[in-house]
């Protein structure tokens, strides 16, 4: 399995909004409405803030958005605060018994 | 309050054996598929394997195939996985993980343990 493509880093001012890309193929994030973004903090469990591309758990603040388009998904956070400041990775599924989930390699937001 | 509890996770030599647990609690537990998520130190997270909410279809990351097994005892609300042939670059902390829809296999998760360590050394 080839993990999605994430940028390594992107950093952000209190209140700005920031956008993380997650690139797949036709194989994965192309085919199958099933992106899923995950926060990580240091030393904590992965906590999942967007299902299905674009949809918000509850307890999930609004300013955390997703969109899909081609192979491309996206996150957006908007009105950055000190607290967003983690890990994001996406995840997919990859179409196959064989290649089962894929994640990217994650993205370290700073928070400025 | 949905509960996942990861344990088993030592320092093994290349070549050894573990079998790590997840116990949960809070749900009910063989409604739902389960997988196993690790993440190598200051690394990603890498997908490694999943079982059906009632064991009867399993699945595995080619990197771990052919020497780790997942299983899970709905009677005990427990997953597992066995570890065989243990190399360096299995060291990870690895996570449970539940599937968020009943009975849905390859869905997104709602709710991760905390992991357990795996240490690989020789």
């Known amino acids: 399995q080839s993990a999605l493509t994430q940028p390594a880093s992107v950093s952000g001012s209190p209140g700005q909004s920031i956008t993380i890309s997650c690139t797949g193929t036709?194989?994965?994030?192309?085919?199958?409405?099933?992106v899923s973004w995950y926060q990580q903090h240091p030393g904590k469990a992965p906590k999942l803030m967007i299902y299905e591309g674009s949809k918000r758990p509850s307890g999930v603040s609004n300013r955390f958005s997703g969109s899909k388009s081609g192979n491309t998904a996206s996150l957006t956070i908007s009105g950055l605060q000190a607290e967003d400041e983690a890990d994001y990775y996406c995840c997919s599924y990859a179409g196959s018994s064989t290649s089962g989930v894929v994640f990217g390699g994650g993205t370290k937001l700073t928070v400025l | 309050e949905v509960q996942l509890v990861e344990s088993g996770g030592v320092v093994v030599q290349p070549g050894g054996s573990l079998r790590l647990s997840c116990a949960a609690s809070?749900?009910?537990?063989?409604?739902?598929?389960m997988h196993w998520v690790r993440q190598a130190p200051g690394k990603g997270l890498e997908w490694v394997s999943l079982?059906?909410?009632?064991?009867?279809?399993?699945y595995y990351a080619d990197s771990v195939k052919g020497r780790f097994t997942i299983s899970r005892d709905n009677s005990k609300n427990s997953l597992y996985l066995q570890m065989n042939s243990l190399r360096a670059e299995d060291t990870a902390l690895y996570y449970c993980?539940?599937?968020?829809?009943?009975?849905?296999?390859?869905?997104?998760?709602?709710?991760w343990g905390q992991g357990t360590l795996v240490t690989v050394s020789s």
């Open positions: 993980a539940k599937v968020a829809v009943v009975g849905a296999t390859w869905d997104y998760f709602d709710y």
């Open positions: 809070g749900f009910t537990f063989d409604d739902y598929a």
């Open positions: 079982i059906s909410w009632d064991g009867g279809s399993t």
């Open positions: 036709s194989s994965d994030v192309g085919s199958y409405n099933l």
